[in-house]
């Protein structure tokens, strides 16, 4: 069902509305999906890796809110919005990282 999500265009004015109180702007936790990060965990791990090209996570949530509240998908609670969202998209690993703390998870998993 829905279409992929291939390259998330943010919305910098609705990621500005919805993020203040999800979001830590001292230590932020960002977000990829696997098949993008060419590191391996050991280089994920290392201090100073850079993700500053990965979106920003919002930690307590799920991947889609992450996507949501960056602007890089509609709001699937109004009208027909989730109808584009794809589930194999959202099926897949991604990564998590803070700059304090790097893991590797498997679908919305912090256990990995």
């Known amino acids: 069902m829905g279409g992929a999500v291939r390259s998330p265009k ?3 004015r609705r990621a500005r509305d919805r993020t203040a109180a999800c979001r830590s702007p001292a230590a932020p936790w960002r977000l990829q999906r696997d098949s ?3 590191a391996s965990g050991e280089e994920l791990s290392k201090p100073g890796f850079h993700d500053q090209e990965w979106m ?7 991947v889609l809110t992450s996507y949501l509240n960056d602007g890089a998908v509609p709001d699937p609670n109004y009208g027909g ?6 589930d ?4 897949a690993d991604f990564c998590i990282a803070t700059s304090s703390y790097r893991r590797r998870g498997r679908r919305g ?3 990995g």
């Open 10 to 12: 943010r919305n910098p």
């Open 36 to 38: 993008l990060v060419a």
């Open 56 to 62: 920003i996570a919002t930690v307590p949530g799920t």
């Open 81 to 86: 919005n989730q109808l584009p969202i794809s």
């Open 88 to 91: 194999s998209f959202f099926y």
């Open 109 to 111: 998993s912090m256990s």
